[in-house]
């Protein structure tokens, strides 16, 4: 198995000190890296295992976080910090680009070969770097289908997939088509895939909380929606030795 190296990293974004996930791949030459954006209740063991995976198949990743170190259990909690975060994109750029900062400064970081994936709240930043015009090489998100201020996503310029569930009430249908409408008027390489029967967080294993209306895991396509994640990657960033 790959030797992974992980570390804590501390830096300060939107007021508060961010406690983010840094996993470095084996060996000692700049590898192509990977900003991870976790799901709106913020970075736990579950979004750091995705960067050790990253880091396992050769990326530098940064699991990056949302709320000063905190991970909420509580959904309306949650949303009291989310909300107004998701209606603010000059804070969910901050937010980003204070991420992006700490994963460039790492010395095995390709600086021109980086990608963002994100779920959720995490993805939404994700897409609000690309719409701020920051060169990533792919824009991945899961359940994260915001569209931004007028005429930006021309802005992007690498490709975006987009994962959703098909029964997610806070991605319904014609949140999908107003996603698509943007993408298309901007003219961005983008893929949206809806998986079938599936809720909210999907992706996402089952946490010992009360979860809101909507949210559920769904094991198959958990897996799924990872393995696009990855293939994408691989053929907007691939790891070359």
């Known amino acids: 198995m790959t030797t992974v190296t992980t570390h804590t990293v501390e830096y300060p974004a939107d007021g508060l000190t961010m406690v983010g996930h840094l996993a470095l791949p084996a060996g000692v030459g700049p590898r192509p890296a990977v900003l991870i954006g976790p799901e709106g209740t913020g970075l736990n063991d579950h979004q750091r295992r995705r960067a050790d995976a990253l880091a396992e198949l050769g990326y530098v990743a940064l699991a990056f ?4 170190g905190r991970w909420f259990t509580d959904p309306q909690d949650m949303l009291a910090r989310v909300t107004p975060l998701l ?6 750029r901050g937010i980003g680009h204070a991420a992006l900062d700490v994963l460039r400064a790492e010395p095995r970081t390709d600086p021109d070969r980086i990608a963002a994936i ?16 920051v060169e990533l090489r792919a824009i991945g998100t899961v359940n994260a289908l915001a569209t931004g201020r007028p005429g930006e996503a021309a802005r992007i310029r690498c490709p975006v997939w987009a994962g959703v569930g098909s029964e997610d009430p806070i991605m319904p249908a014609a949140q999908r088509d107003a996603f698509a ?3 298309r008027a901007a003219g961005v390489d983008w893929r949206l895939v809806v998986y079938g029967g599936a809720l909210h967080a999907f992706h996402h294993p089952p946490v010992d909380q009360t979860v809101l209306p909507g949210v559920g895991h769904h094991p198959r396509h958990a897996r799924r929606a990872w393995r696009d994640v990855v293939a ?3 053929e907007c960033v691939p790891v070359t030795e």
């Open 232 to 234: 994408l990657l691989d």
């Open 87 to 92: 209606a603010d994109p000059d804070r969910m």
């Open 118 to 133: 994100g779920y959720g709240t995490g993805g939404a930043i994700a897409l609000e770097l690309g719409r701020d015009g």
């Open 181 to 183: 409408a943007e993408m």
């Open 65 to 68: 976080d949302l709320h000063g």
